[in-house]
T-cell receptor, first 113, second 114 residues
Framework: NAGVTQTPKFQVLKTGQSMTLQCAQDMNHEYMSWYRQDPGMGLRLIHYSVGAGITDQGEVPNGYNVSRSTTEDFPLRLLSAAPSQTSVYFC????????????FGSGTQLSVL | AQTVTQSQPEMSVQEAETVTLSCTYDTSESDYYLFWYKQPPSRQMILVIRQEAYKQQNATENRFSVNFQKAAKSFSLKISDSQLGDAAMYFC???????????FGAGTRLTVKP
């Protein structure tokens, strides 16, 4: 059982480049979300989705785009990468709202030069 | 806005002893959930324990227990009989009742000394 799969694990970008972080889950979870983890700041919610076709903004959405065309996939797009987006990104899913256990991917370490 | 504060950036404990990690939060909502997540060096986030705010009884999971003080907005984690495998970053988190808008604290790095 794969759980939540994130790709790539590491990525280096130049300022202004765009890219998509992939996230897929095989547990038929309705809820999916993206977080960024920065030293001394814990995890901060970027965007989340309560089901296919439905997304909403979290605490730090600027500079990121998401879509949810299927239950399984929830990609995160960086439109024009900036050094401030250097971070570790985690995708998470859960069966129901936040009162359910979150299952996390293993993270993507992104560096923007 | 909801905030979660972990005032101890680092803690250490001797193997087999007990340690308590502190967490306070601020919210105006009456229904919510509180969590402790563990992040070992592998970076994988693992749920340690969960507490429903409407329950007065403190949650317990084996060696892990919480002290939930709703009026004080405090949610501490006690680890009993600490083991080397408990060494990790621990995050306290708050979540509303009906959506995914979770808030995490900055984390406490726990070291376990043999």
């Amino acid at each position: 059982n794969a759980g939540v799969t994130q790709t790539p694990k590491f990525q280096v970008l130049k300022t202004g480049q765009s890219m998509t972080l992939q996230c897929a889950q095989d547990m038929n979870h309705e809820y999916m979300s993206w977080y960024r983890q920065d030293p001394g700041m814990g995890l901060r919610l970027i965007h989340y989705s309560v089901g296919a076709g439905i997304t909403d903004q979290g605490e730090v959405p600027n500079g990121y785009n998401v879509s949810r065309s299927t239950t399984e996939d929830f990609p995160l797009r960086l439109l024009s990468a900036a050094p401030s987006q250097t971070s570790v990104y985690f995708c998470a899913s859960s069966r129901g709202p936040v009162n359910e256990k979150l299952f996390f991917g293993s993270g993507t370490q992104l560096s923007v030069l | 806005a909801q905030t979660v504060t972990q005032s101890q950036p680092e803690m250490s404990v001797q193997e087999a002893e007990t340690v308590t990690l502190s967490c306070t939060y601020d919210t105006s909502e009456s229904d919510y959930y509180l969590f402790w997540y563990k992040q070992p060096p592998s970076r994988q986030m693992i749920l340690v324990i969960r507490q429903e705010a409407y329950k007065q009884q403190n949650a317990t999971e084996n060696r892990f227990s919480v002290n939930f003080q709703k009026a004080a907005k405090s949610f501490s984690l006690k680890i009993s009989d600490s083991q080397l495998g408990d060494a990790a970053m621990y995050f306290c988190a708050w979540g509303p009742y009906n959506n995914n808008d979770m808030r995490f604290g900055a984390g406490t790095r726990l070291t376990v000394k043999p």
